[in-house]
């Protein structure tokens, strides 16, 4: 979707994907909530646990950890020290906002953002389940946040910003609510060079927001336009087999027109993004 003519129908489409998410995820659970944090890990959900670096995750509940719907791990380019103020953009069941909160500390403090009132009913559900007295979770659009200015020390995000229909505006709020000097450390799916249409609809349905994925460069480009410096990018490529068994959903044709380029492997992947507010 074009950011230069954003259009308000991506939001219900995805408040309400997410929506039945948290619905179905709450059903499906009920007889697990006081099971060992590994007992009920779909592989899906197993894959996307083992992008973290921190053993933090390894810590947290099924209920949390069952609603990761994220690509990557904020948290760690995010290098969080005690008594910061944290933004989750996106925050989803809470699974990145409970693993900032334990690394800022009692001293800090900890905002999960979501626009799906069911996912945060999860959240709030999980915060009184873990005690996370340092964590709160508010209802609001990643585009209008309902954050004061320069409040924020560290943003972070993981896989959402991709589904914004107005990512420059994204930009302008996380710029808006920063601290001067305050970071960004953003986890989302892009894209380096061209891919199918076809492919880029199999791929989502095996690795996630994969369909709404910008350029890698139109990226960076938001990010700059919105005042942050000190940007890097760091690619972290998706699995072989998770691509190789994306193609194999594919008509023959195709099959064999994307099989044969080696590049595919490289042209989607989890980016890792930071930058900084000036001082």
Not at 165 to 176: G, H, I, T
Request: glycine content about 8%; aromatic content about 6%; proline content about 7%.
């Amino acid at each position: 979707m074009s950011a230069q003519n954003p259009s308000e129908d991506v939001r219900p489409y995805v408040r309400g994907h997410y929506g039945k998410i948290a619905e179905n995820f709450a059903s499906e659970s009920a007889a697990n909530c006081c099971s060992p944090a590994n007992s009920s890990r779909s592989n899906s959900e197993s894959r996307r646990i083992q992008l973290y670096e921190t053993s933090d995750v390894n810590l947290l509940p099924a209920e949390v950890t069952g609603l990761s719907l994220g690509c990557g791990d904020p948290i760690t380019p995010a290098e969080l020290l005690p008594g910061q103020t944290v933004l989750d953009l996106g925050s989803g069941g809470g699974i990145d906002c409970f693993l900032a909160a334990r690394q800022v500390g009692p001293s800090g403090y900890v905002i999960g953002v979501d626009m799906t009132p069911s996912m945060l009913e999860k959240a709030r559900l999980n915060k009184s389940k873990l005690n996370a007295d340092n964590v709160e979770f508010r209802l609001g659009e990643i585009e209008h946040l309902p954050v004061a200015d320069a409040s924020v020390d560290v943003i972070i995000s993981n896989c959402v910003i991709n589904l914004s229909p107005d990512k420059p505006q994204v930009m302008r709020e996380s710029y808006r609510v920063l601290k001067p000097g305050g970071k960004l450390a953003v986890s989302d799916m892009v894209i380096d060079g061209p891919l199918p249409e076809e492919v880029k609809s199999s791929l989502s349905e095996w690795a996630g927001c994969v369909a709404g994925a910008p350029d890698k460069q139109e990226y960076i480009r938001f990010i700059q336009e919105a005042g942050f410096i000190d940007i890097q990018l760091t690619p972290v490529y998706l699995p072989r087999e998770t691509v190789d068994e994306a193609v194999k959903s594919l008509d023959t044709a195709l099959q064999q027109e994307v099989a044969a380029d080696e590049n595919l492997y490289q042209t989607v992947f989890s980016a890792r993004l930071t930058a900084r507010k000036p001082d």
